[in-house]
């Protein structure tokens, strides 16, 4: 089975809400998109087209290479269908394979059931035809194998990323609350900012949106930060396509910005920690860090993006005392900030009246599962007019 070199559909999955951002990114990478949902993309291409996407992608959770697609109207007919799947021209028979679902089936009461008729189809068949059966189990380190069933509809994939893509490998030290990396990834895509002008990140924690802007504006795409993906380990796998894409990578990637990222916090311990990620991102030098209040972060004279991701009352803080931080937030951009586009991220949007100004645009987001929005401030120099 030449998966490397059969075009069939892929499915590129992401996080809700943020399939304009991955949509931007995959059409970047020149590849046309034949449909776009909520939560990902589908294009058309090989196991080898597969290896960019992984290596590229900001905004993608997995990416999917269809095997098959079929009616199952129940389990057996499921394990029946999957028998049929040259397994053993795909998953080296002394190796080891893991499987994850998405179902929708009236009779699966839990996916692990499903994952294990998966699992004991693969193994049989691989017996059957080699007399040895492979290892399996949950670790996503290896071959993956990806079930979607909804209903009778059932469609069997290779997931060619293994362990997400939305964690970007760098960030060691997560602190608290942290923003998922393709969240914060998404949300810098979805301002103004032109990447050739100030980015500056109040409030950093640890430093996911600094490092972030700092990858974005360097063209310093994740896959620098991860040499372990589960296309490595489908048979016919040639790792010199891999070498190439990452040399392409390097090449692509600048060192130095002439404008200034800046990210504060008034914890030293925070700063600390984004700091030490930033310097696993290999940004560590483009990021002016500032042990300070929000209030008395430096912003450079001209134009950029500053950019708040404030405590929003679910997991951290307390409400009286975060209404008082909101105020606080938007007098800095009203009197620091001129010049500027300023944005808030921010899951409560009782406090975000706190602001004291209005929003030109909010744009929806989840973060895990609340509602959220970044709220976009339009900061004039002088009068509007």
């Known amino acids: 089975m030449q998966v490397f070199h059969t ?43 597969c290896i960019p996407l992984n290596l590229n992608l900001r905004c993608a959770s997995q990416v999917l290479y269809s095997l098959k697609s079929f009616t199952a109207e129940n389990p057996a007919r499921l394990y029946k269908e999957l028998t049929e799947i040259a ?22 009461t839990t996916p692990l059931f499903a994952n294990v008729k998966v699992k004991d189809a693969i193994v049989d068949r691989i017996k059957e035809k080699k007399g040895i059966r492979p290892n399996s189990g949950p670790e996503q380190n290896k071959t993956v194998v990806h079930l979607y069933w909804k209903d009778e509809y059932a469609e069997i994939f290779l997931d060619t990323s293994g362990e997400t893509l939305a964690k970007h490998s760098y960030r060691k030290i997560p602190g608290k609350a942290p923003m998922l990396e393709a969240l ?46 589960a296309f490595m380990h489908i048979l016919g796998y040639d790792e010199t396509v891999f ?34 990620n930033a310097k696993t991102a290999g940004v560590d030098h483009l990021i002016d860090f500032q042990v300070c209040d929000f209030a008395e972060t430096e912003v450079p004279t001209g134009n950029g993006v500053v950019f708040f991701n404030p405590e929003y009352g679910e997991r951290l803080g307390t409400h009286t005392k975060l209404e008082a931080t909101y105020k606080r937030m938007g007098d800095f951009m009203k009197q620091h ?47 509007r007019r």
């Open 337 to 383: 900030c001129k010049g500027y586009s300023g944005y808030i991220f921010t899951g409560n949007p009782d406090l975000a009246k706190k602001i004291g100004l209005r929003a030109s645009r909010r744009i929806e987001f989840y973060n895990g599962k609340l509602d959220c929005r970044l709220l976009e401030y339009e900061l004039y120099e002088g009068s």
């Open 243 to 276: 070498f190439t894409e990452r040399r392409k990578l390097k090449d692509q990637a600048t060192k130095t910005l002439d404008f200034k990222i800046i990210a504060s916090d008034i914890s030293a311990d925070a700063v600390d920690v984004a700091r030490r």
């Open 7 to 49: 075009n069939r559909k892929i499915i590129i999955t992401c996080n809700k809400r943020l399939s304009p951002y991955l949509q931007q990114e995959v059409t970047e990478l020149g590849f046309d998109i034949k449909r776009a949902f909520s939560t990902g993309v589908e294009l058309e291409g090989t196991v080898t087209d």
């Open 87 to 108: 397994w053993e021209e795909l998953i080296d028979f002394s190796g080891y394979f893991s499987v994850t679902s998405n179902v929708d089936n009236e009779h699966i």
């Open 184 to 229: 914060a990834a998404s949300t810098i895509m979805a301002t103004r900012w032109d990447r050739k002008s100030a980015f500056v990140n109040p409030m950093c924690g640890s430093g996911t949106l600094a490092i972030e802007a700092a990858l974005l504006a360097t063209h310093k795409s994740p896959g620098f930060f991860r040499m372990n993906y």
